[in-house]
């Protein structure tokens, strides 16, 4: 009970959005804005200030990068092992995307941060700031196998390319940039121009979150995309689970890594998969199903994770 209470003003924040795109409240300019001060502003502040407060000790442990990188490998391993060839190569390159790709930022730092408070919020934007390179590259990588048959340089180069420009990418690097400088504090003005802007992220995250979700034929959907729902929601947190605990990472590390794990497909997954041709609307039902899905999935992980 604690654990569904625990989650209970996530998910209606969701739904606060939610209702607000229904009503017209939020125009797509609005949304558009909005995104822009989450993505730009709001989740690098939230990342930078994770990464300068986390505990570095945990990168003398010689499996933390080997335990944050083995889950997004194995899990694509499953998917290609147990359900390739009952798919399109289109479906099945927007599931093998859609398996790892979690809304990490949008849920996943808001969800960590109010089951477990800062010391998560730490754990969980060191945990991203590694493993945010290998993600991009084995999904899309793992995708486009799937969709074309082979891999090319061109896509990797693109990738790489791509998360250059992307500032939660650029926050996480700047921020360990900063900590293996030495400069785990920074002036005063500045930290609390990132606090206030960090503040803004996870009340407006849910609320946007809840406004991009589209809910037509919920039962419909979910029979159409429910491997996406299993690989996503029980599969890949449960890998993860396994491979942190086998490791010896902290309880800290193993309750946020898991808690990532768990989210829902990212929001910007149906993106990637429209513009490598993928099966962009499976990937966009596949999005909206695990959002719901989630409100009973997170209590269960809550529970067992210990956090309530």
């Given at each position: 009970?604690?654990?569904?209470?625990?989650?209970?003003?996530?998910?209606?924040?969701?739904?606060?959005?939610?209702?607000?795109?229904?009503?017209?409240?939020?125009?797509?300019?609005?949304?558009?804005?909005?995104?822009?001060?989450?993505?730009?502003?709001?989740m690098p502040a939230t990342l930078l200030q994770g990464i300068l407060r986390a505990d570095m000790?945990?990168?003398?442990?010689?499996?933390?990068?080997?335990?944050?990188?083995?889950?997004?490998?194995?899990?694509?391993?499953?998917?290609?092992?147990?359900?390739?060839?009952?798919e399109t190569p289109a479906r099945f390159a927007a599931l093998t995307l859609s398996a790892v790709?979690?809304?990490?930022?949008?849920?996943?730092?808001?969800?960590?941060?109010?089951?477990?408070?800062?010391?998560?919020?730490?754990?969980?934007?060191?945990?991203?700031?590694?493993?945010?390179?290998?993600?991009?590259l084995l999904s899309i990588g793992s995708g486009q196998l799937a969709l074309y048959g082979t891999?090319?340089?061109?896509?990797?180069?693109?990738?790489?390319?791509?998360?250059?420009?992307?500032?939660?990418?650029?926050?996480?690097?700047?921020?360990?940039?900063?900590?293996?400088?030495?400069?785990?504090?920074?002036?005063?003005?500045?930290?609390?121009?990132?606090?206030?802007?960090?503040?803004?992220?996870?009340?407006?995250?849910?609320?946007?979150?809840?406004?991009?979700?589209?809910?037509?034929?919920?039962?419909?959907?979910?029979?159409?995309?429910?491997?996406?729902?299993?690989?996503?929601?029980?599969?890949?947190?449960?890998?993860?689970?396994?491979?942190?605990?086998?490791?010896?990472?902290?309880?800290?590390?193993?309750?946020?890594?898991?808690?990532?794990?768990?989210?829902?497909?990212?929001?910007?997954?149906?993106?990637?998969?429209?513009?490598?041709?993928?099966?962009?609307?499976?990937?966009?039902?596949?999005?909206?199903?695990?959002?719901?899905?989630?409100?009973?999935?997170?209590?269960?992980?809550?529970?067992?994770?210990?956090?309530?």
């Amino acid at each position: 009970m604690q654990a569904l209470l625990i989650v209970t003003p996530i998910f209606l924040l969701i739904g606060i959005g939610w209702f607000l795109k229904y009503k017209k409240v939020f125009s797509p300019e609005t949304l558009e804005e909005n995104n822009f001060l989450l993505y730009w502003l709001a989740m690098p502040a939230t990342l930078l200030q994770g990464i300068l407060r986390a505990d570095m000790d945990i990168l003398q442990n010689p499996l933390f990068l080997i335990a944050i990188w083995a889950p997004y490998f194995i899990t694509l391993v499953i998917v290609w092992t147990t359900a390739r060839y009952s798919e399109t190569p289109a479906r099945f390159a927007a599931l093998t995307l859609s398996a790892v790709r979690g809304n990490h930022f949008f849920a996943g730092i808001p969800i960590v941060s109010l089951a477990m408070g800062s010391r998560g919020v730490e754990a969980g934007t060191l945990i991203l700031a590694f493993s945010l390179v290998i993600m991009q590259l084995l999904s899309i990588g793992s995708g486009q196998l799937a969709l074309y048959g082979t891999l090319s340089w061109k896509s990797v180069r693109a990738t790489g390319l791509q998360l250059l420009k992307n500032p939660l990418f650029m926050a996480c690097f700047f921020g360990l940039l900063l900590v293996f400088a030495g400069v785990n504090h920074l002036p005063p003005w500045i930290n609390e121009t990132l606090k206030i802007l960090a503040e803004i992220s996870t009340g407006l995250a849910l609320l946007m979150l809840g406004a991009e979700l589209r809910l037509e034929n919920i039962f419909k959907m979910l029979l159409s995309v429910w491997k996406i729902v299993f690989f996503k929601l029980v599969v890949h947190p449960v890998v993860t689970y396994l491979i942190f605990a086998a490791l010896g990472l902290s309880r800290e590390m193993i309750q946020a890594g898991v808690l990532l794990a768990a989210m829902p497909v990212g929001v910007n997954t149906s993106i990637v998969a429209q513009a490598m041709g993928m099966d962009n609307e499976y990937c966009s039902r596949g999005i909206a199903i695990t959002t719901l899905c989630s409100i009973l999935s997170l209590p269960f992980w809550i529970g067992l994770l210990g956090l309530a």
